[in-house]
């Protein structure tokens, strides 16, 4: 059966708990979700609590992991979403995010809206990739891809 979260406080703790075991056992994301089977964006935000994995999935991350039956259980819940309380974020990494959304939020809403029409772009058919490749000009870039369906805003 699905079951679904209320309080984000079990998921909380078991993703504290899970990136404690990963870096006891000095394992990376990838080799995480190459158990998992599935891609490394999707099951790092699952094992931190944003997705739920699927039944087969979760108890080869927790026997990998050491966490457990209870664990694994878990693992499949559906989260109560949102992992940034609220305010600017603080961790450099995370607000430099937030910074490119404030200066380029309005530009990427622009760009969508002229080639689309109104409507969003879906975060829950949605993939991530994060690659790391050389920069031109000495030291390295960072490629972030955000491939999300586009949903029309429907008149009703």
Not at 4 to 32: G, H, N, S, Y
Not at 99 to 128: C, P, R, W
């Amino acid at each position: 059966m699905v079951h679904a979260q209320f309080d984000p406080t079990a998921r909380q703790a078991l993703a504290a708990t899970a990136v404690e075991a990963k870096i006891a056992k000095d394992l990376t994301w990838q080799q995480i979700a190459d158990t998992a089977g599935y891609s490394t964006a999707f099951v790092t935000a699952a094992i931190l609590g944003q997705h739920p994995l699927p039944k087969q999935s979760a108890e080869a991350v927790a026997e990998l992991l050491g966490l457990g039956e209870e664990a694994a259980a878990l693992l499949q819940t559906i989260p109560t979403r949102g992992s940034i309380p609220g305010g600017v974020p603080t961790d450099p990494t995370i607000y430099r995010f937030y910074e490119m959304l404030q200066v380029y939020g309005t530009t990427l809403k622009a760009l969508v809206h002229e080639q689309f029409g109104d409507g969003i772009i879906s975060a829950i058919n949605f993939t991530l990739d994060v690659r790391k490749v050389p920069d031109p000009e000495g030291g390295e870039r960072a490629v972030i891809t955000l491939d999300g369906k586009y949903l029309p805003t429907k008149p009703f």
